[in-house]
Each structure stands twice: as C-alpha cells, then as structure tokens.
C-alpha cells in the first residue's frame, strides 16, 4: 500500500514560459563538459593533466581524492580540448569536443536478476554511474563502501516550470525497470519511489518499490520532504538518492554495457524561444539547446529558477540538472517600489500586493530581489513554506554562528539546500539561506564527518 503525503505549508510559484511537451533531438553541441564542482565536496585527481588525449564515452577523467572507488567518466568520446581552472589551479570543467562517433567504453552486459549485490554496486562506480548517487545527510555523492539504510527516488517535480520525470521516462521505461531492480538490491532497507498523487503511468506498476503518493504545493516533489514524512535520517544513518533520468542511465548500463548518459532537458521560461523537452547528453554546451542569448538582457539557469546555476551564454548543463530556465535579467527598477500596493504584476505570499486575490495566475518574473539585505528578524514567513517539523530561522542562525550541536538538535541531517529555497524566495530579510546551509552542512562534514 502507498504512503500518501499532501504537503500544506508550502508555496507554488506560478511562471510564464512552460515547457511543451514535445521531444526532440537537439543537434550535437560542440563541446561538453564535466566540472568537479558539481560534485560537493569531491576533490579531484585527474587521470589526464594536458589537453589533446582522445577518449571513448566512459573512460575515466577524474577519481575523488577520499575514495578512488568513486570515478567521474567522459560522458562522450572525442578529445580534452581543454582543462579550466580557477582559484588555487582549482579544476573548474574538463571541456570535451566530441567527434561524432560516440565511442563507447564496453563495461559488459550483466542479468541484474541473477546477479548479486556486490556485482552491482561495483559495476555501477566502475563505469562512472555512481555520480549520479547522492547521499544523504549532506548532498555529497555516495560511498560505495557504505550500505545505504534505504534509497529515494523521486518521480514527481514540483519546482517552477521543471521538467516532467513521466514525460522524460515515456520512451526509457525498460532503462528504469533495469536500473530500480538494481537499486533495490544496494539495500537491506526499502527503495522509495515518490510518484504524483492520481498519476496513471507505468510508474505505479512497478515492483521492488515502496510507492509515495505526494501532493499538495512545492516542495512536495524534494526527496527532503519524502524522507521526513516517511522515514527521517537520525545521526549516523545514510540514505542514497537518485534522479529519475539517472536511474535510466543506471538501468542502460546493465542492459547494454555502456555509460550511455542521455539527458532530456526541458527547455523553459518567458525569454526562451523554443521551449521543447531536448534530448541530449550530459554536460552539453547550452547553445546547442537555445542558441545564441544576449545574457545582459536574460538570465541563463542551469535548473529551475529556485535552486539553478547562473550560466554564461558558453556555458554547459550541471550534471544532475534536466531543466535550463530562461527568464529576464533585473536591471530595471521600480519607482516606489516599497510602497504596498503599487505593483502587482509579481507574485508575493504577501498580502501587499494583491496577487493573493489570483492564485492561478501565471507571471513573468526577473531576477530583481525587490529589496536589500535586511536584518534577521522573527516573522513566521519561513514556518509557512517549510513542510518538515523544523525550525528555519533557528536552524539558520545555528549555521551561521558554527554550532554543531544545536545544528544537530535543530534537524540538520534532514535538509540540504534546496529544501530552504523557498526560504530565499519568500523571505523579507533577503538572506541567501541557501548558501548558509550549505555552509553549515560543510562544518558538520568537517567537525563530525
């Protein structure tokens, strides 16, 4: 029987600029890219330290520092054309021109069915798809020496304008079935799929999961949220989480022998001029996908406009991200904008502007943050769109005064900072919670480990 959770306290942020349902293939960009900071906390040994060396999709650019089991592969084959670093020679991409082959390293077919879980969980970090693994508490990609308690999948995406994970599995439902029962057998626990309450797909048919049913506003679809409401992580427990697309990936690997990492984006937003679903491959170079953008006028996001990454117009898809958001630039300002009343054409929880009388309505946003940074004050504003029994602005003020044991009393094993992203959103103070999170999630890795 499914665990059915409806999510009250929350806020469903209403954008312009949805996506169509209509996949295509989108032209091979290019270049690629893989960039190690979209793997929190993994500091990377390069296999390869100078340009020119020819690579096969799956062969390996990078190990972690801490565990050589954990392995970051090329996602196409063609030539490093080019290793960007920034501060402290820090590796930023490792930029790949493909050559139109797609070359495959061959990792060997296995019969997931008769195979044990050993087998698996090697073959899974041996070919680079143990990226896609996360783990929680933390965010931080999973080691492959731990047992995980359970593992989350979530199927249902709730955040502003993102990508439909039952539109994007339409055409990989063998990859998924594959990549879940290989899943389940990493775990002596239970495998969670989190599936949109009411739905009709395949998804509902599937075995070796424990089905959630979600509904309700945003973030119902987090895995955070999931995880709370069914099983919470205690200290010392961990939880694997994985992406609905990246299990499909996962599944691939079995099913073919190769690190086949198609990737679906759905292309979104008010200044996007072909909004489609595209399909494409890891880290591809986002002018594939929407051409050329004037960035002084439109912002480039890598994700939804919540939680994404700020992309120049040369830039390349974060590894675990299946949306690009397009939305205007901030660089106009309102006259009398504090004035209550005055402007209503933005969407607000508060009662300041009367868009609370529309709660259909669909809005054009920029990225103005209607306001400066403003003192931390007790308002009940963060309470009312964070659905975990939690305490935001104490957990907050916990992260930045560095106190581990209140930051544990106060449930930081729970969260990661997507799950604060409607605090940055709603928030009068214009704190970056966030990023002060993610910071006290780096003091717990460092001080408790």
């Known amino acids: 029987m499914a665990t059915d959770i409806k999510v009250k306290r929350g806020y469903d942020l209403r954008l312009k600029g ?9 032209p091979m960009p290019k270049s690629f890219a893989v960039k190690p900071p979209d793997f929190h906390s993994v500091v990377p040994q390069l296999k390869y330290k100078k340009p020119g060396v020819r690579l096969e999709a799956g062969d390996e650019l990078f190990v972690s520092k801490y565990s050589d089991k954990v392995r970051f592969v090329s996602p196409v084959s063609g030539v490093i054309k080019e290793i960007v670093r920034g501060e402290r020679r820090r590796v930023m991409e490792i930029i790949i021109e493909p050559d139109g082959e797609n070359a495959y390293k061959d990792f060997g077919k296995l019969e997931v069915s008769s195979a044990d879980a050993e087998t698996i969980k090697t073959k899974i970090f041996e070919s680079g798809c143990g990226a896609f693994i996360k783990q929680r508490p933390y965010d931080i990609v999973a080691n492959p020496d731990d047992e995980p308690r359970d593992i989350y999948i979530s199927a249902c995406d709730t955040a502003p304008l993102a990508a439909d994970p039952e539109f994007v599995l339409q055409d ?17 626990g ?30 119902a679809g987090n895995v955070g949220v999931q995880i709370h409401h069914t099983n919470p992580i205690n200290k010392g427990e961990r939880v694997w989480v994985v992406g609905p697309e990246d299990v499909a990936i996962i599944g691939r690997l079995f099913l073919t022998g190769k690190f086949d990492a198609k990737r679906t984006i759905a292309v979104a937003g008010s200044d996007a001029k072909e909004r489609k679903y595209f399909r494409t491959i890891v880290g591809a170079e986002v002018t594939a996908l929407v051409g050329k953008v004037d960035t002084k006028k439109t912002r480039i996001i890598s994700g939804d406009v919540l939680t994404g990454t700020k ?8 590894y675990y991200d299946n949306t690009l958001t397009l939305i205007p630039e901030g660089d106009n300002f309102r006259l009398f904008g504090w004035l209550p ?8 929880m508060s009662r300041t502007s009367f868009s609370w009388l529309f709660p259909n309505k669909k809005y054009e946003v920029n990225t103005s943050l209607n306001g400066e940074l403003r003192s931390l004050v007790v308002t009940g504003e963060m309470e009312k769109v964070m659905p975990m029994d939690i305490y935001p602005m104490q957990l907050i003020k916990a992260c930045l005064a560095g106190d581990i044991d209140r930051m544990q009393n106060l449930g930081i094993y729970e969260v990661i900072p ?13 704190v970056e919670a966030q990023e002060i999170i993610r910071m006290g999630l780096d003091i717990m890795i460092t001080e408790v480990g």
């Open 190 to 219: 239970k495998l969670y799929l989190g599936v949109r309450k009411g739905t009709s797909s395949f998804l509902k048919d599937l075995k070796n999961v424990e089905l959630i049913e979600v509904s309700g506003k945003h973030p």
């Open 418 to 430: 997507e799950d604060f992203a409607l605090v940055d959103y709603i928030n009068t103070s214009k």
């Open 311 to 318: 992309l120049s117009a040369e830039g390349y898809l974060g």
């Open 172 to 188: 990989q439902q063998e990859e998924f079935k594959t990549g879940i029962e290989a899943l389940a057998k990493l775990t002596s």
């Open 341 to 348: 009343f005055t402007y209503n054409n933005i969407p607000s």
């Open 18 to 26: 949805e996506t169509d349902r209509e996949l295509v293939e989108a």
